[in-house]
């Protein structure tokens, strides 16, 4: 990840918009793109959903570790994953960019096809429809991302006493992928590409997640961990969520391999349960269907909603703890 | 501005963001607010008009000068701005942050207050939909402003030979504060608290801009400078906007007081029509008219557009140079 040439400083910002805004795709919706005072968005139905989502140089991620273009799709991904979450189709992102004053243009414009290629494979309905870029001491991307809903909004308060949970994308891959890169042994990310290619550019199944839209009582992003988000979905909705370590045996067997590796070579101990219940930046999406429903195929049941007294998530009927990513004490 | 109690680190994301938010005003086109993966905002139009304009610690801002209320209403008012001069009303904002290991709570409340102090001063109808907190070595404020249309989009390429130019809001008052601010002689700023106030809490004119929409031809957020958007919009337009020097005394005579104590006390040297011609962050709207349209009162004519071969801003028929605030350079 080594780049060259003038720095976005030496260009200065009208300039290096320009070069690296010509690398985005137009959609039909978008009325009005980047270079006004604001972009003008189309609907064919009166409401449309927003979210944001901030990546921080060094909390959120290394240089060392994730490209320009890495960066720019995960960046989408995660953006993306909210919009979905709430059974809409993504139409349209804005980028707020703070680079520093070493960061060059190759850079600017590799994380721009980053975001191209994020949109591409994750949301092609989409556009990049506007931005700013300001200095500062680190690289920060603050991404808002619009959708156009497909039904009624799918909240995290709809899960109701009978459903059956369930969960589509990765568990535990991200997770994995951070600690492999984060291992002494360098070489050992090496070996677990999927892995590390999960952390560094999460692929969140949008189209199988929006096939669920018309069934589905509750849907979540599973960003921060499955153990946090399944703890605040029971929360919003007022039950517990039952999940059963029976059905989490295929997202841990995966992982098994690089959780020896991690533990054989270094001091951090890890497990492969841990990965899966308490790791974030999967993307993948977290929901309840009534029984009965029509569960599109791609979608695992990995458990049921319970009436409760005391709203949580749990783990063969015990508390599950709500830990995960923090973005601000992590 | 000193602040004391925990830091938003020593409370963790959630519960910091969750006294934060309380603050926060609802209005009735917010469907969905924060709290689930994404917002949802109602419309009565098919369209909607999304901005993104971010303040960096120790570029945009300096904690020394502003409170952490004065950067909630900066940040709305610069957003604000731009969604009305697409002639949009503005309905709902998205909030990303990043804040320090040091930034206390009471800081974070007292920006929280400062956003719906922006948004009752400036844009009653709209609300905080959504946010992010996350973590890093400075402050770093990006907001995602939407609004609703009440006419066709208002391009900045919409400047037509033979209309008149008009500006509404103060021109070099924000400016003036920064010089202000920035003087060695830290007793000056005290004695013109109205120019600091621009600076600190832009009040851009949001109704009068809106009563323009249905005449107005193009318009504009000023806020790299009079002399670079008036370039910008006339590139965009493919036309000359010609302003007249005289009919900028108004907006320089008020300055006239305060650059000459600018000038008598330190080494540096302003003058009153370097602010009004090349200060940026007043927020004001620039805006053409049909010759003979009602242009609403508090509006002031300042030149007219010419047909151009060479699309630039004049002054007084001569190349105006685009010069103003660059966020990445500056």
């Not at 009978?162 to 891959?173: E, I, N, Q, R």
């Not at 969520?241 to 001091?267: I, M, P, T, W």
């Not at 569960?295 to 015990?318: C, H, R, T, W, Y």
Request: charged letters at 20%; one cysteine or more.
């Amino acid at each position: 990840m080594e780049y060259s040439g003038p720095t976005v400083f030496e260009l200065g910002e009208n300039q290096a918009l320009k070069q690296a805004v010509s690398i985005f795709k137009k959609v039909d919706s978008t009325i009005v793109g980047s270079g006004d005072d604001a972009a003008v968005i189309g609907l064919t139905d009166l409401r449309f959903v927003v979210t944001t989502d901030t990546l921080v140089q060094d909390h959120d991620f290394k240089l060392e570790f994730s490209s320009g273009f890495d960066l720019g799709f995960k960046a989408v991904a995660s953006n993306v994953a909210d919009v979905v979450a709430m059974g809409a189709r993504p139409i349209a992102l804005t980028v707020a960019m703070v680079v520093t004053p070493t960061t060059t243009q190759a850079w600017l414009e590799d994380f721009a096809r980053g975001l191209q290629a994020g949109l591409d494979e994750l949301a092609p309905t989409a556009e990049i429809v506007g931005g700013d870029l300001a200095s500062g001491a680190q690289i920060v991307i603050a991404v808002a991302a619009h959708g156009q809903l497909l039904a009624e909004p799918l909240l995290r308060s709809g899960a109701k006493p009978g459903d059956l949970v369930a969960v589509c994308g990765t568990l535990g891959k991200a997770a994995a992928g951070l600690d492999l890169l984060l291992h002494p042994d360098k070489t050992l990310a090496a070996s677990y590409p999927e892995l590390v290619d999960v952390q560094l550019r999460p692929t969140p199944p949008v189209e199988l997640a929006l096939q669920a839209v018309s069934a589905a009582t509750a849907m979540m992003d599973i960003s921060d961990s499955l153990a946090l988000d399944a703890n605040r979905m029971a929360k919003a909705s007022g039950v517990a969520l039952n999940l059963h370590s029976s059905k989490l045996f295929g997202y841990q067997a995966v992982l098994e391999l690089a959780a020896q590796s991690v533990n054989s070579r270094g001091d951090k101990q890890v497990s492969e349960i841990d990965w899966v219940l308490f790791g974030g930046e999967d993307h993948s999406f977290l929901t309840t269907f009534p029984s009965g429903a029509a569960i599109p195929k791609g979608f695992k049941v990995v458990g049921e909603v319970l009436a409760s007294q005391a709203p949580m998530a749990l783990l063969d009927g015990n508390p599950l703890e709500a830990k995960g990513w923090d973005s601000v004490t992590s």
